[in-house]
């Protein structure tokens, strides 16, 4: 399914379908850049701690890179 909309919350990243339900969620650190970096209709970017992670729309890891 699509993603719709992703929401940045404390320490959480959730992110929802084109229909508002929610499809996974992820924690992120506290560093200073930890969080949300971007998303597509099928990917989320979340950098956490010194590596950017990027997620299909299951929430499983396809790719990760130092930030």
């Known amino acids: ?13 959730i992110v929802y379908d084109e229909r508002g339900r929610t499809l996974f969620t992820k924690t ?3 560093r200073p ?7 597509t209709a099928t ?6 701690g010194t590596a950017i992670h990027t997620y299909d729309d299951r929430g499983r890891t396809i790719f990760s890179k130092p930030a």
């Open 1 to 13: 399914m699509p993603i719709g909309s992703v929401l940045e919350k404390r320490l959480s990243i």
């Open 28 to 30: 992120v650190g506290t």
């Open 33 to 39: 850049g930890d969080g949300l970096k971007g998303y």
């Open 43 to 48: 990917t989320v970017s979340i950098q956490s």
